[in-house]
DNA sequence: TATTGACCTTAACTTTACTTGAGGTTTTAG
DNA sequence: CTAAAACCTCAAGTAAAGTTAAGGTCAATA
């Protein structure tokens, strides 16, 4: 009778700790990408008797969650103070996750909300040949150029 | 009586060419900027006797799409092809950026729709307390993973 | 006219997010 | 037991999107 790396064939016992090949297959990212954002900071492994990398199960939470955020855009730095928050100790519950969310959730939203301006000036205004960037909020949805301080960028100075 | 680059100071003449200087100050992007857009072709300029760049006033409007775009996280080899679509020859009037248009309507509605799904998978996945993957929705908004293949690459083998 | 400020080119450097390769160890399967 | 598959580290390479620097030219003005 041949034996599974951990635990026999056909072993989908939850408590067992994953192989980082297994994290790459399950989660769909190379093991290379995993070492880096072991690196980084994102995720967390221990070593096994011959230094290889073993990963908890909620493991796959993290990358779920790295991947979605870098889906939308946000870097990675980024991402990892928002996992930051996560309890390193325990397996993080449904509650830290939940309040994790919330950040995400507001960004998600203003994201959400910018494209969608976006879209609607595209619509209303990439027709109206005005020639002038002027008053054309095409260039500055919402409120993006307010992040850069003063001074009226588009606004021919003259 | 002094004599400003172009026709005098506090000219506004709107036939008259642009500097790289004022096409930065007026778009706000870097010279360095300007130069590495022309080198990848989303803008153009011809030369004047000293070599110097001349621009028409409509880089203005391409600068701004270039920038609207970026917001949104399409790359800029994506809008390039975008951009390509308007005419070389002559200065691309309201039907032509009005055709340009439908294309990054159409992208801008996906992302939104991609976002939305994913907030909304957020709220109701992330405090739901699976530890496994399988069936979550956060990892795979809308069709995401379809892209990479057949395989089921977040599905335990076993 | 002379000097500054704006411009030119080319090359190298930066950051982010990884991948690839080399050279060596561990684990698993037959 | 042995070969293959999986793993390890460290260094270097890649792509995108620019920025910075060096060395030189052009243009506007006091």
Redesign the interface.
Known sequence: MKKNRQGG????D?TQPLTVGQVA????VAVSALHFYEQKGLIKSWRNQGNQRRYH??V??RI??I??AQ???VPLSEIADALSSLPDSRAP???D??K??QA??QD??H??E???K??DN??SC????C???QN?R??N?GD??SE?GSGA??????
């Open positions: 064939k056909g072993c989908k939850v297959k399950r989660s769909g199960r909620d796959l939470r779920a969650v991947k979605s889906q939308v855009g519950n449904s509650g996750w939940a994790m969310s995400w959730l998600l939203n994201r959400i910018t494209l969608t976006l879209r595209l619509s990439i027709g109206c040949g020639l002038s960037l054309c095409l260039r949805p993006s150029l850069q960028r588009l606004i021919d100075p003259d």
